[in-house]
């Protein structure tokens, strides 16, 4: 008997919600499952996965759309992403092994990370499984999320039919050199600023980027966010104008792909003898680190650790040339200060802190909204988290209404720092 695919499953769930009968998987609001799972299927046929010129096969594979398209941190390679929803673990591990089923013809490449999240809204960075298949992230989460990055040629792609995650039975415990600079004590540099252009072209995210677009490139996937996300960020000063500004990271760049060089010598990716916060084209431009050259062995002809999107550097930073800025690396910050919270998916918005009043609004995904204050109302259980804070949210029609922090980015208020007076 021929197996049912899982676009076909997909289906069947979609008649039995047309019949009245409750959706398989959990919605804002709704208790999550909580039954602790040993392993965990990535599913490639999902239509709510975050996704760029990814082409469906009819045995449920995935490969890459177009070979027209390009990303400007891989130039010579067809690209395509496809990051999948996130999955509940129904408990928290640190140590996974991913198993995956791929081809990857010659001259083509397939990259896999993972990530995961043990509060709402903040995220470990991004990792690469070893050759075995194994990873530890820097500290134990009961969310994680697969990114697959095709990389391409004019003829072929990789191509992939099955990604399935496994907690591992033995759960180290992540070390505090394991940990990255993501989400610690906010760290600024001072560093060369390029200016990226490149209107049209795609990020390595899956952005296309629009005119006066506002974001930056760091040149590490590790704090690659999802497009048109903010969960990883940076706060950027120019001494020369005084203008600051908080912006995503949506782009790889510039020169090199694997130096992140934010993090501690003990878990950056490359150039472990450079010291944290000197970018390796900077040492390769100034003192000749690495015959002077970027990991690719081309000559740096700037010593550019962060590249601007044209919105940040002419409109946010007053830029007219190349130069030096400071940069704040606080990429689970929101972006929105003590009177704005940003939702990392939709949510309903309702009359009261409880989700027994009638829902009034909704916030979306990446969307910031103005916010009052915090209280304690119902302890909601949902995408795998528990929290009984709600926050306070004035409404266009007047008013005001609530939204479980749960659903914002930042700590678990949301990041408001007010509490309600009643």
């Known amino acids: 008997m021929k197996p049912i695919s899982r676009r076909l499953l997909g289906s069947l769930c979609a008649l039995l919600v047309l019949a009245g009968l409750p959706p398989a998987t959990a919605v804002a609001e709704t208790a999550a499952d909580k039954t602790p799972r040993n392993s965990w299927r ?12 990814i082409g469906h096969r009819p045995d449920d594979s995935i490969t890459v759309k177009s070979a027209r398209v390009r990303t400007p941190s891989e130039p ?56 075995a298949g194994k990873f530890v992230l820097a500290e134990a989460v009961s969310v994680l999320q697969v990114r697959l990055t095709f990389l391409g040629n004019r003829d072929a ?61 760091l040149p590490s996937r590790r704090m690659l966010a999802s497009n048109g996300g903010h969960e990883y960020q940076v706060r950027l000063c120019y001494p ?43 040492a390769a431009y100034q003192n000749g680190y690495n015959g002077g050259r970027d990991e690719f062995g081309r000559r740096v002809a700037n010593p550019a650790g962060i590249d601007l999107a044209d919105g940040t550097f ?57 916010a009052n204050c915090w209280k304690v109302g119902q302890t909601v259980t949902a995408e795998g988290y528990t929290n009984d804070k709600w926050v306070e949210l004035p409404l266009r029609a007047g008013g005001v209404g609530y939204v479980s922090a749960i659903f914002l980015t930042g700590d678990d208020k949301g990041g408001v720092t007010t509490r309600c007076s009643s």
């Open 42 to 53: 990535v599913d490639l046929t999902s239509t709510s996965a975050d996704q760029r010129n």
């Open 76 to 131: 010579e390679a067809s690209f395509a992403v496809y990051t999948a929803p996130v999955q509940s673990l129904g408990r928290q591990a640190s140590a996974f092994t991913l198993r995956s089923q791929a081809e990857v013809p010659s001259g083509t490449r397939l990259l896999t990370e993972v990530r995961g999240s043990a509060h709402p809204g903040t995220w470990t960075e991004w990792r690469t499984p070893d050759r």
């Open 157 to 217: 792609g990789p191509s992939v039919s099955d990604v399935t995650v496994h907690a591992d039975r033995e759960q180290p415990r992540p070390s505090a050199g394991a940990r990255s600079a993501v989400g610690a004590t906010a760290t600024t540099y001072r560093l060369f600023a390029t200016r990226e252009g490149l209107e049209g072209r795609t990020t390595a995210n899956g952005h296309v980027i629009k005119p006066r677009d506002h974001f930056v490139a």
């Open 240 to 282: 020369r104008t005084g203008r600051c500004e908080t912006a995503p990271v949506w782009d790889v760049g510039p020169w090199n792909t694997k130096d992140d060089y934010w993090n501690p010598s003990s878990v950056r990716e490359m150039w472990g003898d450079l010291p944290q916060g000197r970018p390796e084209a900077q």
């Open 314 to 370: 002419w409109d946010g930073l007053g830029m007219t040339d190349n130069d030096w800025v400071d940069v704040t690396f606080q990429p689970t910050d929101g972006g929105g200060g003590p009177t704005t919270v940003t939702a990392w998916t939709q949510a309903n918005v309702r009359g009261c802190a409880s989700t027994s009043c009638d829902v009034v609004s909704t916030v979306q995904a990446n969307e910031s909204y103005p």
